[in-house]
C-alpha cells in the first residue's frame, strides 16, 4: 500500500516538475521571440491625461460621499 502511495507521489511530483520546466523555456523562447518582435514593430508611446486638480465643489462631494457612507 506505502508502495503504490509513493509511486503515485513520485509521478504526480515528476509530472508538475516537467510541467514547469517547459513553462520556464517557453516563457524564454518567447521573451526572446518578442525581442525580435519588438525591433521591427515598435510599441507606440500613449502620453497619459493631465491629472485633475481638485477643487472647493470635489470637497463638498467628498464630504457628502462620507456623509452617506456613514449612514449605512
Known amino acids: 500500500m506505502i508502495k503504490v502511495g509513493l509511486t503515485l507521489l513520485i509521478m ?3 509530472t508538475v ?3 514547469l520546466v517547459i ?5 524564454g523562447i518567447t521573451y526572446k521571440v518578442l ?3 519588438n525591433k521591427f514593430f515598435p510599441e507606440v508611446a500613449v502620453e497619459a491625461a493631465p ?3 481638485v477643487s472647493a465643489s470635489d470637497d463638498a462631494e467628498i464630504a457628502v460621499a ?3 457612507t456613514k449612514r449605512l
Open 23 to 27: 513553462l520556464i523555456f517557453t516563457m
Open 17 to 19: 516538475f516537467s510541467f
Open 51 to 53: 491629472v485633475k486638480k
Open 12 to 14: 504526480g511530483m515528476g
Open 66 to 68: 462620507i456623509a452617506a
Open 35 to 37: 525581442g525580435v518582435i
